[in-house]
């Protein structure tokens, strides 16, 4: 692996994209403004390494975000990616891997009866949104303090992901008549659920929550928290939606709502669902998903939803994940991560450098500057922001990719062997101490 790190190619490169696109980016998260310098561009990507444009390779820990748990460019889903390519990208009309996909995640899923595919989870959040108001004629709706789910108008209020890592509460452009019928609560809080379900339980169309909080740090839930808002949004007839954009599929075949036995009304995918292309989708009873066009008065389409190259990447996926039993793999990763990471935390609150680790499956976050593991958005230290920065660019010196945001988490995958846990253990020992 390199260890001289020339970055000049990729500079040039985002001076380019600056001068044609808002911020050189498609997507903000993805510049290092939080961090400071300039984002690299990829050249291509294998297993749990990506190369840049410079000539350099990082192990990646970032996986695009979240759909890639089989990590880079698995031959499985390239090899079925190029195989629906030939036979025509899109279609515009039914294709069978679109009804083998939805016949699968029927089947592992505790929730979904139904499924409508759309081509990112903010599509799906938003219409499962518009399918809630539908079904129950309320308008109003509950999400939580840090919780992203997409930046459709209705949900940047108090989002986490971008809007977090850029300090921003909530998003211009959004019309106050909308951002209105948003309520937000902060997460970890049984009491101030009862209080507020108290009064506007009975106008409330849903509550949006992420499986596990995940898009400003990783804030868990305890079993009691999602008992009393199960038990208050049945009592106020209130639909509980599940957003499980990142969980679904990754922390169990089943998802969250599998593992935690939470009985949502509905479900919202995304991210592993397609492989690492754009798909989302959102499911639920027959009964309500009935509600949805052409079947029900709820109208939602979408020219490329359902499309052949990523249903196929999607099918790939979920069925590599099933056959090589992935998720008990994924967590034997995990735990062998933490057992790696955790003498180096010990080592860091000793020299006064306060920091913890959360970690969910494959799923894991630094937080810096608390020891004790926040559950609110409201308890992650403000000060952590700088040291995570440093510490960024530490690990990039030598070969270790994060996410450039204190408050996005890192992502495993099966491409990933104890070997490449060793070295970056390695990595992030050497950048706490440097970024101290
Ligand atoms: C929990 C959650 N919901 C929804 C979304 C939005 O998905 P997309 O970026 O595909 O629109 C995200 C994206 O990170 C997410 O993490």
Known sequence: MKTARSTEVSAQLFQRAEAVMPGGVSSPVRTYRSVGGNPLFFESASGCRVKTVDGNEYLDFVGSWGPLILGHAPPAVVLAVQQAAARGPSFGAPCLAETELA????????????????????????????????????????????????????????????????????????????????????????????????????????????????????????????????????????????????????????????????????????????????????????????????????????????????MAAGLATLNTLQAEDAWAKLEELGQAWEDLLMPLIARENEAGAPLCLVREGSLFWLCFGSQQVPRSFAAIPQEGGDRHARFFHALLKRGVMIAPSAFEVGFLNLAMHHSDLEHAAGAFSAALEESR
């Not at 499986?211 to 305890?222: F, K, M, S, V």
């Open 103 to 310: 016949e699968l995640i029927c089947a592992l899923s505790p929730v979904v009866e139904k499924i409508r595919f759309v081509n990112s989870g903010t599509e799906a959040t938003m219409s499962a949104l518009r399918l809630a108001r539908a079904a129950t004629g309320r308008d109003l709706m509950l999400k939580f303090d840090g919780c992203y789910h997409g930046h459709a108008d209705s949900f940047l209020v108090k989002a986490g992901s971008g809007l977090a890592t850029f300090g921003e509460s909530s998003s211009a452009g959004v019309p106050g008549s909308c951002s209105s019928l948003t309520d937000v609560l902060p997460l970890d809080d049984e009491e101030a659920l009862r209080v507020w379900f108290a009064q506007n339980g009975d106008l409330t169309a849903a509550v949006f929550v992420e499986g596990i909080p995940a898009n400003c740090g990783l804030l868990p839930q305890r079993k009691e928290w999602w008992a009393e808002l199960r038990r208050l949004t049945r009592n106020h007839g209130t639909l509980l939606v599940v957003d499980e954009v990142i969980t679904g599929f990754r922390i169990a075949s089943g998802g969250f709502c599998a593992v935690a036995n939470i009985d949502a009304d509905l479900v919202t995918y995304g991210k592993v669902i397609g492989g690492g292309l754009p798909v989302g989708a959102y499911g639920g009873s027959a009964a309500l998903m009935n509600l949805i066009s052409p079947d029900g008065g709820v109208y939602q389409a979408g020219t490329l939803s359902g499309n052949p190259l990523g």
